[in-house]
């Protein structure tokens, strides 16, 4: 096939990727606790009020614990007349066609095979977890984006320093080499700017920039391009990070809003990981517990991140000492698996307790297994001329089974994401909407009463993102005794909890409580009793709002 039948197979299941999430969300996007960050992030922005929390009822505050650039490109989209929300929608049912179509040009440019790129665009383009993701307000999209446009630029700059050692080596002019050479700091510099956009999407980023740093340390040839080659992707990357970091230090106490403090990180937590990831594998329920529960798949992910470790150092060995060449794109990708995976575990262990393993967290790993599938699948089907001397009837079978194998393999692939695929875009299309955006939570009659409340009346919440997504108004979050976040006891917590008791006593403030039966239930018998002289204004769908008539 030549490339622009290619080309226009790709633009076909970039398309339909795209149509596919446009026909499964006709309500709008999903809505979790973090689509309230970025929604209100955007419209502040929209109104004037720069990145703050709009959502909470205070005084407005500069935004650091949510990197801005999903609510900076909402609030472009939102210029032309589209509320935050709507924008989502638009631009999510773009980036799951731009993805998809970024994948299967990864899998082009890391296997030279025109079927290898389609096969991983319909991978990418079938699969349940991503379609889910991508129906959400959330920033993974956006994030997987940058890093499927940075790891491609990478490709090309690393693939332009070979040409560049293959001219040399055979005495070329020196106005090709001079091409090469500006060529390749060109695609180095705007690897660095999009990894940096990565990092302003999602702080995991780093794991990126990691990732790079290595990948571009081994495969220069001495130590003079190693030191001009990272300076060039650090010139890229740095300032836009910068940036965002003195901002936050002239408008804020912290860079990033989280703390350092160790956080073991909960056994409860890696079993939902590994639930996930089963769920990921295959879409029968009895498959998936068959692999969580046997202890199969813990097995079998240990054994793949062995040998992948293994084969990394021997490959870093290889490109380092021995200047063998080394496919950059597995080699890239494999590392950046270890790397997103440590960055994920340092951050819950260290900055986050309250991140958990869902499928968001886990999708840039779920896209980079899917990259490294593809090439292995390529390199079982691919015929090794070096053993074609051989005689020997094993090697022979070996010769004649490997390329049927992968093929049915691909097929069987192929059938199992379609099938979960083709489940999960009804099921979205009949649920009618996902998380705040669904009709329980649209139609709460505690909801309800909030948004017809006084604008003088304060609400306090055990949820504020579903008051805010839902009415519409900002509310203030109930006092805890521990934050989620850092899992450490909250300084204050008694003066705020007067506060609150004596803002509700006073009819200047309601409580409204989600998914609870009554204060007893949220706040334990002995803080209940504190609040004696409240009224029950509303208990209904499992939900209570408290105050004074």
């Known amino acids: 096939m030549s490339r622009i039948p290619y080309f226009f197979l790709l633009i076909f299941i970039s398309l339909a990727a795209g149509l596919a999430l446009w026909y499964a969300t006709p309500a709008g996007l999903g809505l979790t606790n973090d689509s309230a960050a970025y929604i209100g992030g955007a419209r502040s922005l929209l109104a004037g009020t720069g990145y703050s929390d709009v959502w909470l009822d205070s005084t407005l505050e500069a935004v650091t614990h949510y990197p801005p650039l999903l609510s900076l490109t909402l609030s472009g989209i939102g210029l032309l007349g589209l509320d935050p929300y709507r924008a989502a929608r638009v631009l999510h049912i773009l980036l799951f066609a731009a993805n998809a179509g970024l994948i299967g040009l990864l899998g082009l440019r890391m296997t030279k095979s025109q079927a290898a790129g389609i096969f991983l665009a319909l991978l990418f383009g079938t699969n349940a977890q991503l379609l889910r993701i991508h129906a959400q307000v959330l920033s993974e999209p956006l994030f997987l984006f940058f890093s499927l446009a940075s790891f491609l630029t990478c490709s090309v700059a690393i693939e332009r320093q070979s040409a560049l050692k293959t001219d040399n080596a055979k005495n070329r002019p020196s106005t090709s080499g001079y091409a090469l050479r500006s060529g390749t700091g060109f695609w180095l510099l705007l690897t660095g700017f999009l990894t940096s956009l990565a990092f302003l999407t999602r702080y995991s980023g780093l794991a990126l920039i990691a990732t790079f740093l ?151 790993l779920y896209v980079s297994w899917m990259v490294l599938l593809v090439s292995l699948l390529q390199t079982l089907s691919t015929k090794d001329t070096k053993v074609e001397h051989k005689k020997s009837v094993l090697i022979r079978l070996i010769r004649l089974i490997r390329v049927p194998f992968s093929l049915t393999l691909v097929a069987i692939i192929l059938a199992l994401s379609t099938f979960n695929f083709q489940q999960t875009l009804t099921e979205l299309r009949q649920i009618d909407g996902l998380g705040y955006a669904s009709w329980r939570w649209r139609q709460m009659n505690v909801l309800a009463i909030i948004k017809d409340l006084p604008p003088d009346v304060a609400i306090y919440s055990n949820s504020p993102p579903a008051v805010y997504l839902v009415t519409g108004r900002a509310s203030r979050v109930i006092p805890t005794r521990v934050n989620p976040v850092s899992g450490q006891a909250r300084s204050g917590y008694e003066q705020a909890l007067a506060e609150m008791r004596a803002e509700l006593l006073a009819g200047r403030a309601v409580l409204a409580l989600f998914d609870v039966s009554d204060i007893e239930d949220a706040f334990g018998e002995e803080i209940a009793l504190q609040f004696d002289g409240l009224t029950l204004l509303e208990k209904s769908q499992g939900n209570v709002l408290y105050g004074i008539p």
């Open 214 to 364: 290595v990948a571009i340390f081994l495969f220069q040839p001495d130590w003079r391009s190693r030191f001009i080659r990272i300076a060039q992707f650090l010139a890229g990357a740095v300032p836009p990070i910068a940036a965002w970091f003195i901002r936050n230090s002239l408008v804020a106490e912290s860079a990033t809003n989280r703390g350092m403090q160790f956080n073991l990180i909960q056994i409860s937590n890696i079993r939902t990981g590994l639930w996930n990831v089963a769920d990921f594998l295959t879409p029968f329920q009895a498959w998936q517990e068959w692999l969580f529960r046997s202890g199969m798949l813990s097995i079998f992910l240990i054994a793949v991140a062995l040998v992948s470790l293994a084969w990394l150092a021997y490959r870093a060995y290889c490109s380092f000492f021995l200047k063998s060449p080394t496919n950059p794109l597995t080699f890239t990708t494999a590392l950046y698996v270890f790397g997103y995976l440590g960055a994920v575990l340092f951050s819950m262990s260290f900055f986050d307790a309250s991140t958990k393993f869902q499928h968001r967290i886990l999708s840039p």
